[in-house]
């Protein structure tokens, strides 16, 4: 059984159900299913040249290239074979599309307006046999922080394939190294890494020793070895088209490799299941309230009311931890930015006047600051992590013991909840274990749709699902939190480059042997300041949002079972039988257990 | 020390009656093969050494935690223990009692010691600055003062931070790890625990789970900050004690050190009390004159449980020679077949144990391979972009480098300990399924036997159990981010030498990149001898863990052969024993458990 025949099987089941919800997350699945798509990001310093890439794989000048830097937002090319040219829209943050005209297009690329959260770029057919490639093209590493931001969230993380360009001339510079030091804790989960070393001369070839040079470096800070691509230089005053026809090939092979495709075929297999499982809760309350008594309704209740109250508990335990790591962080981040500046400080006293101011500032600005950077983070994010991890334990038991503690009750009141108790756990299980199919799939939208993120269906796996059967609760934030961390890493680093380029900018002129020590104390202030407070109040703000992440997670789990009994469902008038109610689930169960079973074929 | 009266007289006659030792001898049987005594030496010496047992308390914690300063609030009148900002302690002091406070002993490595009188002269051998890297090669010093606290025989030891250890003096720091009875461990609220405090007191977690653990406050922290911060630290000490898999409890206690240490130098008692020394005081005091009464009590139930070993064992035999010879020698068969039982099993866990060290063994060895092939690679990366940026040579080259390859390190220690410990722990988890024999003839498992017995006397129990490897990992650990004497310089030496002054401006860019591609090159062969040098002394440690447990595993098996072999002699004896003899024999057991219980004090 192949996935599109088991949506047909699945099709009249769900629509017998009658949810609206379940439908559309019915929906959305089919056209996931019929129309297969792989994601592959650019990534580079500005005026790396990726702009000129994507003209050239569509064959005409589409975006704008110049030597300034252009690209102040997201461009994604999406194949559409709906519309017979290529078309842009502006994707807005209402989850809207615009239709774009071709000087608005040049407008929303460059400067993108307030509501625009990235521009599209309908594609009727993909060249290469690049079919179902989702590319986005981002803006340079050294451009807005906004971007970088949802590019470091959502696009790495998310993506089948990586580009990185790099232009031959530069070489791979400091905020490259640290792009690619961040890429680099992704690359195990299946994330392929392409370098493009673009803009070489013609007669360049692989063991020329700048390219050696960028791709040794390279590959020290991926730990592993990774395909590489020489894109030659176009000269000349007219349009240019670099054919990087290796490349796209190998995106190809890649994105259409028989791996991949059973990789995502047996996710999407998983949201089948789960899915139907979901269907069947609505109908199993149904059930369960046709066949219990009132005073048995009564009992329920009490127990009900029990739960609610560890929830009170839990969401008090979680307001708790937060409101102690809002004090504490800041805290953290001050103490560190006076260290980081007692340190610099003692170093650019020590050095001499005389002779040295050169070598002083190359070291702060290459060694001394970085270094000092990444230990004061560390410690930050090494706190958050014990802390983090401290109260995910105690959710842990916390809910873990209400929720075995509700069963028993349960059971002890009678054997007609077993079914629709067990349900729900395994239900609440894979939504805790692997992300929610409906938040994963609203998330990043449907075809023509105005998707608002974009996701990789291999990574959203569920293949864990066969495990966590009869398991107990157990949160999977720690994802959540490695990422947390992994950004607030990023950040950080990313904000000490600006602070350094302050600082260099700041002592540039100043050659004075007398006044140059004091100049520079006072630019390191005034960097670290700067890295103090945007670190900082990234680190606030995603702590709210981590907070909230728990409140909804904590609650969606206790309210599966609190509204296990949710009179709203239950519609003493209908006309449904017990034994018509009976038959749908086990017809339900029946095709879980067939889909289960069945290999998936692509 | 005085023992109760029963007991006293109990532990005369034990010292002095030949005939109590001669039983004891006989029935308990040979020498231990750890401790290589007799179960009567072994009471012996402990009865001697507690006349003159030392309490040693070391101070530890990283750099500039405020150990000395502690020290000097705790215990004396004046700063007599060097204090900085920075790390200034490089040798380890030792405080004990003394009426005679002004004089100061210096201990040599490789000469006799030296007794100085100025108390102004003690940082020519402390302090880092006078004595950088403990060049003058002082293996300790030795401090007296008349202070309470010190009576009952407790010895403070300052000892230099984790992370100064020069290789000179790590050896002398692990011994008072090894042997300290309990220890004062100073972290502070900001920064919380850090990385490597983390993998120290992993490391060796085994040996501070007797740790009190003081967080030091500073003036300018508020009540708030210094909560949250403990709150932190007892967080992490949580984690790590769950790494070690072990239930110790933890608490941390603030402590003011700075006010503590004025309160102490002008004699102000409010300040020592707002400072929370006063209080840690009290507790010291009770905690170490509670130390020697237990002390005192574990010699008294190391008697009586050798006193209850030895009646067991005789009337067991008793019981059996009442049998007769014949019904005698099958009972004895019987329990040979027991004890062969129990032996194989033991041997299948001695498999296990070995399978394990195999596999785990070229695990880790992979595992490091690993880490140091990343570390490496990092290191690489992060010289390339340094050079990049035009640190091309000169001081500044030399500095970055031996940072980046501390930090290195310290990531991939930290993995080292990790897996080492894990290593220890399943160890741990199989050694305890070994069945060991009590004297009186019964099995248990090593776990029970560990459980139930309030104390643990060393002869059952084979050396596997104690597993060295948390404190060679420490040893390490502070090698490695310790001032780098050896292998780490050498390196930066060549690079360092190799190059001029800096070149700086515009119109010599050409030159300026060739440059940087010389120092790349020229690093080369540095970072590859570091790394390679990090991995063998890190392989080295694990192959030393592991033979010392096989070594250990062989002991155990050594122990089993010869209970096997005199479970044969005995049986053989009472086979051909002729009746006469047997007679006498019973007789002669009959008798001396007689005069065994008739003995005072027994309970």
């Not at chain 2, 900050?225 to 898999?245: F, M, P, S, T, Y």
């Not at chain 2, 574990?298 to 006193?307: C, F, K, N, S």
């Not at chain 2, 540095?526 to 890190?538: H, N, R, T, V, Y």
């Amino acid at each position: 059984m192949n996935l599109q025949h088991s949506m047909e099987k699945i099709k009249p089941i769900i629509s017998k159900v009658g949810s609206e919800e379940i439908q559309s997350t019915f929906n959305l699945l089919k056209e996931r299913i019929d129309y297969p798509e792989s994601f592959v990001t650019l990534l580079g310093e500005t005026s790396s040249g990726k702009s000129s890439l994507v003209n050239g794989l569509l064959g005409q000048p589409v975006l704008h290239v110049s030597s300034k830097p252009t690209t102040g937002t997201v461009v994604e090319l999406y194949e559409y074979d709906v519309e017979t040219n290529i078309t842009p829209y502006a994707l807005l943050k209402n989850a809207k599309l615009r239709r774009l005209s071709p000087e608005a297009f040049l407008q929303e690329t460059i400067q993108p307006s307030e509501d625009v959260m990235r521009v599209r770029l309908n594609i009727p057919k993909m060249p290469h046999g690049l079919q179902g490639m989702r590319l986005f093209d981002t803006p340079g590493y050294g451009s807005i922080h906004k971007e970088h931001e949802e590019v470091l969230k959502e696009f790495i993380p998310n993506s089948d394939v990586i580009i990185y360009v790099v232009n031959y001339r530069v070489g791979i510079g400091e905020n490259d190294a640290e792009f690619l030091q961040f890429i680099e804790r992704f690359l195990e989960d299946d994330i392929n890494f392409f370098l493009v070393i673009n803009r070489a001369p013609s007669h360049v070839i692989a063991n020329d020793v700048r390219i050696k040079e960028i791709v040794n470096l390279a590959q020290n800070l991926l730990h592993s070895d990774i395909k590489y691509f020489i894109v030659p230089s176009i000269y000349g005053d007219g349009i240019k088209l670099p054919k990087a026809n290796d490349l796209w090939s190998a995106v190809r092979d890649e994105v259409q490799s028989d791996q991949r495709k059973k990789h995502v075929g047996e996710v999407l297999k998983g949201y089948q299941i789960q899915l139907l499982q979901q269907a069947c809760i609505p109908l199993q309350k149904q059930l369960t309230l046709m066949k219990i008594s009132d005073e048995e309704i009564a009992l329920l209740q009490q127990t009900i009311k029990e739960l609610s109250e560890k929830k009170v508990k839990a969401n008090a335990l979680i307001n708790q931890t937060f409101e102690r790591l809002n004090r504490q962080v800041p805290q953290l981040f001050n103490k560190a930015k006076e260290n980081m500046d007692n340190f610099i400080t003692d170093e650019i006293m020590e050095s001499n006047k005389w002779t040295s101011s050169q070598e002083c500032v190359g070291l702060i600005q290459a060694h001394l600051l970085p270094r000092q950077e990444r230990i004061q983070r560390e410690s930050i994010t090494d706190f958050l992590e014990v802390e983090l991890n401290q109260l995910n334990r105690q959710l842990e038991e916390l809910v873990n013991e209400a929720i075995i503690d509700f069963q028993t009750k349960i059971e002890s009141i009678g054997s007609q909840f077993d079914s629709i108790v067990g349900n729900i756990t395994k239900h609440v299980l894979q939504k805790t274990t692997d992300g929610a199919l409906k938040t994963f799939l609203s998330t990043y939208g449907g075809r023509g749709g105005a998707g608002a993120g974009v996701a990789n269906l291999a990574k959203k796996s569920l293949k864990k699902v066969g495990e966590v059967f009869g398991k107990k609760f157990s949160r999977n934030t720690h994802n959540g939190l490695a990422s947390f961390l992994k950004r607030i890493g990023a950040t950080s680093t990313r904000n000490i480059t600006i602070a350094v380029s302050i600082i260099i900018e700041g002592v540039f002129y100043v050659i004075e042997a007398n006044i140059w020590q004091g100049r520079l104390i006072k630019e390191v202030k005034k960097g670290t300041n700067q890295w103090v407070q945007n670190t900082s109040s990234f680190v606030i703000e995603d702590l709210k949002k981590l907070k909230q992440i728990n409140y909804e997670n904590m609650n969606d789990y206790f309210d599966s079972f609190i509204n296990i009994i949710n009179t709203e469902d239950y519609n003493p008038e209908s006309e449904v039988q017990i034994n018509e109610l009976e038959k749908h689930i086990s017809e339900i169960e029946a095709l879980i257990l067939d889909i289960k079973n069945g290999c998936v074929v692509v | 020390m005085v023992l109760t009266k029963g007991c006293y007289k109990m532990t005369l006659s034990l010292l002095n009656e030949q005939r109590t030792i001669d039983i004891f001898n006989r029935v308990l049987g040979k020498k231990d093969l750890v401790t290589n005594l007799s179960y009567i030496e072994t009471l012996q010496h402990k009865m001697k050494n507690s006349n003159h047992a030392e309490f040693y308390v070391p101070v530890l914690g990283i750099q500039g935690t405020g150990k000395s300063s502690f020290l000097n609030a705790l215990l004396m009148d004046d700063l007599i223990l060097p204090v900085d900002a920075d790390e200034t302690t490089c040798v380890p002091v030792e405080i004990r009692y003394g009426k005679n406070c002004s004089s100061f002993i210096i201990n040599f490595d490789d000469k006799a010691p030296v007794s100085i009188t100025n108390a102004k002269d003690l940082e020519q051998y402390i302090h880092n600055t006078y004595n950088p890297g403990n060049e003058k090669k002082v293996s300790f010093i030795q401090v007296f003062k008349d202070h309470p606290l010190l009576q009952n025989g407790v010895v403070f030891v300052d000892l230099p931070g984790v992370g100064s250890l020069t290789a000179s003096n790590i050896e002398t720091t692990l011994k008072y790890i090894e042997k300290l009875s309990a220890a004062i461990f100073m972290l502070r609220t900001v920064p919380p625990i850090t990385r490597l405090e983390a993998s120290f007191i992993k490391s060796v977690w085994s040996k501070l789970s007797k740790a009190w653990f003081i967080q030091n406050q500073w003036n300018e922290e508020s009540l708030s900050e210094i909560e949250d911060g403990k709150e932190h630290n007892i967080h992490v000490l949580e984690k790590i004690r769950d790494a070690n898999q072990t239930n110790d409890s933890i608490s941390v206690r603030v402590i003011n050190v700075y006010e503590a240490l004025n309160g102490q130098l002008h004699n102000n008692d409010q300040m020592k009390v707002n400072s929370g020394l006063t209080d840690f005081v009290q507790f010291l005091q009770s905690a170490t004159s509670s130390w020697s009464e237990m002390l005192k009590d574990e010699i008294v139930q190391l008697q009586d449980q050798a006193y209850k070993d030895v009646i067991d064992v005789l009337q067991n035999e008793i019981r059996l020679y009442e049998k007769g010879p014949e019904e005698h020698y099958e009972q004895l068969r019987i329990e040979e077949e027991k004890l062969n039982d129990v032996i194989d099993k033991n041997n299948r866990v001695l498999r296990s144990i070995e399978d394990l060290l195999t596999i785990k063994q070229s695990e880790v060895h992979h595992q490091i391979r690993n880490e140091v092939k990343r570390g490496k690679e990092n290191l690489r990366a992060d010289m390339q972009l340094i050079v990049k940026s035009n640190v091309v040579d000169g001081e500044g080259l030399t500095r970055a480098f031996k940072e980046c390859q501390q930090d290195v390190s310290t990531t991939i220690v930290d993995v080292f300990v990790n897996s080492l410990i894990n290593l220890k722990i399943d160890l741990e988890q199989l050694s305890n399924q070994l069945q060991i024999r009590s004297p009186n003839g019964s099995f248990s498992s090593f776990e029970d036997f560990s459980k139930t017995s309030s104390f643990k006397f060393e002869k059952a129990l084979p050396n596997v159990l104690s597993l060295g490897g948390g404190l060679g990992a420490a040893a390490l650990l502070g090698f490695l981010v310790s001032n780098p004497a050896g292998w780490m310089t050498a390196g930066i030496l060549v690079v360092g030498g190799l190059f001029g002054s800096f070149l700086g401006s515009k119109t010599k860019q050409v030159t300026q990149e060739t440059r940087q591609r010389n120092t790349l090159t020229q690093l080369d062969q540095p970072i590859g001898d570091f790394a390679k040098k990090l991995e063998q002394s890190l392989l080295k440690q694990v192959d030393d863990f592991v033979s010392s447990v096989r070594k250990g595993a062989q002991e155990v098996k050594k122990e089993q052969d010869a209970l096997q072999e005199a479970e044969y002699d005995k049986q053989r004896a009472i086979r051909f024993v002729e009746i006469e003899e047997y007679n006498k024999q019973l007789l002669q057991l009959q008798d001396d458990l007689t005069y065994i219980q008739s003995l005072e004090g027994i309970k």
